[in-house]
Structures are given as structure tokens and as C-alpha cells.
């Protein structure tokens, strides 16, 4: 490991949480010379050109986010039940199609078009390990592209990224796949989320104590309090893949900003986060495990392209333009060169973030490393698998083939099955 207009953002933003047992600093990949520039896909509503100045019309748009307490799950300890003979189970690939969104800049699309590639890089892992392999994509209609399949008999490889190209789908699909009786690898519901919106997460690192830069929620372009010292970074709430992180995402002054947030809202239709710029070191934790993680070693991204500590983040540009500059020129090194008391407060401050959320499976969680001390940016439950990708950069660094990576999110997802 990844990417719209709504009639009702402010019943749609945060889903109804049901009972069930259960931004923005994204490493960039290696190098993919075979990609070019992402090709100019239909978004549906068209979205206005970018300006630089407020949009009048913007000052009448609200966006709310309804109070929503999202308690952590008891911690239990479980003993994995042992999977040894992998012969007698089917794996269903599920990924998500990427034919339009409903919300973003044409380009974001290329993020949801990745998964393709990646469910065909699991499927031929899985191939001759386990009993039989089916790659199917779903766009809309989850429970139909499930009819065909015996939910004792498959296992579920959900790399199913949103619904109908919506906004905030991606947690359903989880849901939707449990109450069919399927066990599903990855995250549930609840953790995703929880880690989905970066409301919930930075409330529950804040509740929980730990470190993550100050910030502030807009709701819409007439708001003009501002309380995050700057610089400050704009993106919209609830996305991943460094959705809407350019370097004009960075803002110096109160005029800039908001003239940022105004774009943001018309662009994502959803409220945006205005997060304190921490200057410092980019640093990924890859984990995985089910309730009791296991750390992967630990990334660095490395902005070679500019000594500017101000332009120091990973952007949409550094993460998917193969031709930018900052895709070229932004390394990940793996392991990275950390203090032991550094990685002590690092992995202190991941295991904990991956428990708040209560993940199941398989993470990343990235931070910014200033003067020695972390700063949680956010957590991505099940983030892209590629294979060059970050994730399997830090399992690779593990020991583990491309194969055993995708074999143990198999047997995990087998051993959380109640």
C-alpha cells in the first residue's frame, strides 16, 4: 500500500455507527517509471478551476461534522489460532473500480485506478498457495458481486478503496462484507472509521495524550477565526492519498490560508483541516498484527529536491506524478537512520495509535520527528500494497517476500475470524 460532490454533506460526512464487534504525510513510492502523468479522468460534478481568490459564492456553503464519540475497544488478547495448511481455502481479490469520483481534481483518480494493479500483483502471490484464487471488482453493488460465493468457503483480500466512486464509503465495505458472514482481511468498520476521518483520530490522540500538531476544522469559506499558529497545512478532512496536498497547501499568512480553505471546500465538498506545520523528519511505521502489532522496519522520506524545510512534505504531485520532481527526488530509506531513543518514541507512539484505532491487520502510521520527539500526522489501515510501495519497502526490509507479506495478511485475517 492507495486515492465528488454529495447532495447532504452534513448527513453523509460521518456515517451512522452501528453495533459491531469489530491527509497530509503519505510516504511517497518508488520509483514507477512506467507511469506518466495521470490521465485527465471524468469527475462528476465537473469542479470549478482553482483560483487563487476566495470564491464569493463559497461564503454561503456549510459543512458539519456531528459530535461523535468513538470510544477505543477493550484491549483482549487473543492467541492467533494457527493456519499450517492454506490448501482448503479459497481467497476472493476484491478491489474497487475506478471509472469516475464524485468529488476531487480530475487527476485523484489515478489513486483509485492503483488498486487494479495491486489486486493483480496478490492474486498471482496467492496463486498455487492457497485453494483457488478469484479477482473480482466491484463499483457499486458489493452484496451482488458477493452472490457467487460461500462465505465458509472464501476469504475475503479486500482492497476495496470506496463504493460508487463516493466519498467515505470505504468503511462499508467491511461492514457489509461481515454481515454477509465473509471474514475479510484488514481493518473493520469501526477502525477505518475512526482513521478515515482525521476529526476522530486527532480527538483520540489528544484524549489519549499523545503528541499531533495543533489544528482546526472549517467548516465553510466565511469562517475567518483562525487558531493554528502557522505555517499550517490545508487539506480536506477526510481523504488519503494526499488528495489536495499541493504545495500551495502550505500557507504563510492568514489571507493565504483562508483563500487555501476556500478551494479545499469547493473542491472536496467536506470540511477542511488546518494542521500546524511541523518541521522535521517524515518517518513511516508500518505494523501489523491483531491487536498486539508487529513493528516492520521503520522509513524515511527524503526530500532531496529542496533544502527548503517549508516545501519538506510528501504532496499528491510526490506520491503520483512519476514525471515531478518530487516524485523523483523523494527516496524512502529503509530502515532509517534513528537513535534507539528516537525509534523507542516512535514505536511507542505507532503501537499506540494502531491500539486507539483498534486495527486488525495491517498499517501505517506516519510522523513528523522534530528535535527527537514524534508528532502523529495520521494512520492508513490497509495502505497500498504495491510492490513498490511502502509498506513492502519496510516488510521487504523484514525478511518477508512479496509472497509471505500477502500470505501472512491471509493468516491474520484467519485468525481474528471468531
Not at 484491549?75 to 481455502?89: M, W
Not at 481493518?187 to 482525521?198: D, I
Not at 504531485?317 to 518530487?326: M, Y
Not at 486488525?360 to 500494497?385: F, Q
Request: some cysteine.
Amino acid at each position: 500500500m492507495a486515492n465528488r460532490s454529495r447532495p447532504d454533506p452534513s448527513s453523509q460526512f460521518l456515517p451512522p455507527a452501528k453495533n459491531e464487534s469489530d491527509v497530509d504525510a503519505e510516504e511517497p513510492p518508488s520509483k514507477r517509471p512506467h507511469r506518466a502523468r495521470p490521465r485527465v479522468a471524468r469527475v462528476l460534478p465537473r469542479v470549478a478551476t482553482l483560483e487563487s481568490a476566495v470564491v464569493p459564492e463559497l461564503q454561503q456553503l456549510t459543512f458539519l461534522v456531528p459530535q461523535v464519540e468513538v470510544e477505543p475497544r477493550p484491549r483482549v488478547r487473543r492467541l492467533p489460532r494457527r493456519v499450517t495448511d492454506l490448501s482448503t481455502v479459497e481467497v476472493v481479490v476484491l478491489y474497487s473500480l475506478a471509472l469516475s469520483l464524485e468529488r476531487g481534481r480530475p487527476e485523484d483518480l489515478v489513486a483509485d485506478e492503483e488498486t487494479a494493479h495491486v489486486a493483480a500483483s496478490v492474486a498471482e502471490a496467492l496463486d498455487g498457495e492457497v485453494g483457488a484464487v478469484h479477482r473480482v471488482a466491484v463499483w457499486d453493488d458489493l452484496a451482488k458481486a458477493m452472490q457467487p460465493f460461500d462465505p465458509h468457503r472464501h476469504v475475503i483480500f479486500n482492497l476495496v478503496e470506496s463504493l460508487g466512486g463516493r466519498a467515505f464509503t470505504e468503511p462499508e465495505v467491511p461492514r457489509l462484507l461481515r454481515s454477509l458472514g465473509f471474514t475479510h482481511t484488514g481493518a473493520s468498520y469501526q477502525s477505518l472509521r475512526r482513521s478515515g476521518n482525521k476529526l476522530i483520530t486527532k480527538r483520540l490522540l489528544d484524549n489519549a495524550g499523545l503528541r499531533t500538531p495543533r489544528y482546526q476544522i472549517f467548516h465553510r469559506a466565511s469562517d475567518r477565526l483562525l487558531t493554528v499558529p502557522l505555517p499550517a497545512l490545508v487539506k480536506p478532512v477526510g481523504e488519503g492519498g494526499s488528495f489536495g496536498v499541493t504545495q500551495e497547501s502550505l500557507v504563510t499568512t492568514p489571507e493565504d490560508l483562508f483563500a487555501r480553505v476556500a478551494i479545499c471546500l469547493q473542491t472536496y465538498h467536506q470540511p477542511v483541516l488546518v494542521e500546524e506545520y511541523i518541521a522535521g523528519r517524515e518517518i513511516n511505521v508500518a505494523l501489523w498484527g491483531n491487536g498486539d502489532p508487529e513493528i516492520l522496519p521503520i522509513s524515511e522520506i527524503k526530500f532531496n529536491w529542496t533544502d527548503d524545510p517549508l516545501r519538506q512534505f510528501v504532496t499528491f504531485d510526490a506520491k503520483w506524478v512519476a514525471e515531478s520532481v518530487e516524485y523523483r527526488q523523494s527516496p524512502a530509506v529503509c530502515p532509517a537512520a534513528i537513535t534507539d531513543s528516537e525509534r523507542s518514541a516512535v514505536e511507542a507512539a505507532a503501537i499506540q495509535t494502531y491500539r486507539l484505532l483498534g486495527v486488525k491487520g495491517y498499517a501505517r502510521v506516519d510522523i513528523r520527528l522534530r528535535d527527537g520527539v514524534p508528532y502523529v500526522l495520521e494512520a492508513n489501515l490497509n495502505p497500498d500494497l504495491a510492490n513498490d510501495a511502502g509498506f513492502f519497502r519496510s516488510a521487504r526490509a523484514a525478511g518477508h517476500t512479496y509472497q509471505s507479506m500477502v500470505l501472512n495478511i491471509v493468516k491474520m485475517a484467519l485468525a481474528a475470524r471468531a
